[in-house]
């Protein structure tokens, strides 16, 4: 089955009494993480307890489909429910992902999670055109109104009050993976404290100050044109597990940012009043760097490096796509593009 995607987030807190098999799968991986424990957690106490978590593979049960069914079959030594994980699930599993749904031996809660599935692949149909003893969940990248909603779930723990200018900050600053998201909105809480108030100021410091991510470093690099800097930050960013997607579509959205400002340049205004002027305000001492990208980009360069990031992104949908290739080449290109309108202004 498909559960309806504004009950997703529910629905992996408290699953149906009946599931006994979830494949979670998406663009975003921190969300798909986030959700596999929260499914996991909703049967057994803790992760760690080797007798109640078991771990499987999906390229192993593509060689042993019949593995599934004994561990869900499979009884814990210690009393009480199952689950048994199913890391890198795709196509090759879908025959023991069947053969399990034929008979659904145990009673052990299966969890497999994956990267982007397109909907025609086969294991993705199996879970969604499956009876309520089995469900699909999709795991999207955040948009502006889901990171806002995790801000507000993260901050009412403690009873934090967010300041609209510092809520705008953050929003503008977090980025489309949800758990580097909520690692930030997390360390904004504890540094409010319980019944806190957190100012414009207090994110700009609490955030700012801890140091560009990778992500950012992507994007700014991209950006500013420089290539060997730009390498080191895809490498970066790729070793801490960030997927292709986030870099391009974060990418964009600043590309768009500049698009805007460099529309107000184009009217008259100067880049420093620009950016100092910006709403949301961009952090102070990112100000300089931003001013300078939009002598960089007219407003032709910046519609032709979006729309590389777009094709980009499409490309990296696709099943089997050389997703890192296709990105790293594309903001490649968006630094030529920098690099190109340089050369011009020094003319």
């Known amino acids: 089955m498909k559960p309806k995607a504004n009950a997703l987030d529910s ?15 998406g663009p975003d991986a921190g969300l798909v993480r986030e959700r596999v424990d929260r499914l996991a957690l909703s049967v057994v106490p803790t992760l760690d307890d080797p007798f109640l978590v078991a771990e499987l593979s999906g390229e192993g049960l593509a060689d042993e489909p019949g593995r599934l069914g004994e561990e869900a079959a499979a ?6 429910r199952r689950v048994v994980l199913v890391r890198d699930a795709g196509d090759r599993a879908q025959s023991a992902f069947a053969g399990f749904f034929e008979d659904w031996p145990g009673d052990a809660l299966v969890v497999a999670w994956a990267g982007d599935l397109p909907a025609r692949a086969k294991l993705r149909k199996l879970f969604e055109e499956a009876d309520e003893r089995a469900a699909a969940i999709p795991c999207y990248l955040d948009d502006e109104a889901t990171i806002s909603r995790v801000i507000d779930e993260v901050l009412k723990r403690d009873s934090v009050t967010l300041e609209g200018e510092a809520r705008q900050f953050l929003l503008a600053h977090l980025g489309a993976d949800r758990a580097m998201s909520r690692s930030e909105i997390e360390k904004l809480a504890l540094y409010a404290g319980p019944g806190g108030r957190l100012s414009l100021d207090d994110v700009t410091q609490a955030v700012g ?21 730009l390498d080191r930050a895809v490498e970066e960013g790729f ?37 100092k002027g910006a709403r949301p305000p961009i952090f102070f001492k990112l100000q300089g760097r931003v001013a300078g990208q939009l002598r960089l980009f007219d407003a032709a360069r ?44 020094r003319r």
Do not use: N, W
């Open 239 to 275: 070793a801490l597990g960030l997927h292709p997607v986030p870099m391009l579509r974060q990418t964009a959205a600043h590309l768009l940012r500049l698009r805007h400002l460099r529309a107000e340049m184009d009217a008259g205004r100067d880049a420093q009043s620009v950016v």
């Open 209 to 229: 100050d801890s140091g560009a991510t990778a992500l950012d470093d992507v994007i700014h690099a991209a950006a500013d044109g420089d290539g060997p800097a």
């Open 11 to 25: 629905f992996v807190k408290s699953p149906p009494a009946a599931l006994r098999a979830a494949l979670v799968y």
């Open 75 to 80: 009884i814990a030594m210690t009393g009480g």
């Open 302 to 345: 910046l519609a032709e490096a979006m729309g590389l990031l777009l094709a980009a992104e499409a490309g990296c949908k696709r099943t089997g796509a050389p997703d890192r290739l296709l990105a790293s080449r594309a903001l490649h290109q968006v630094a030529a593009l920098a690099r190109r309108g340089l050369a011009r202004a």
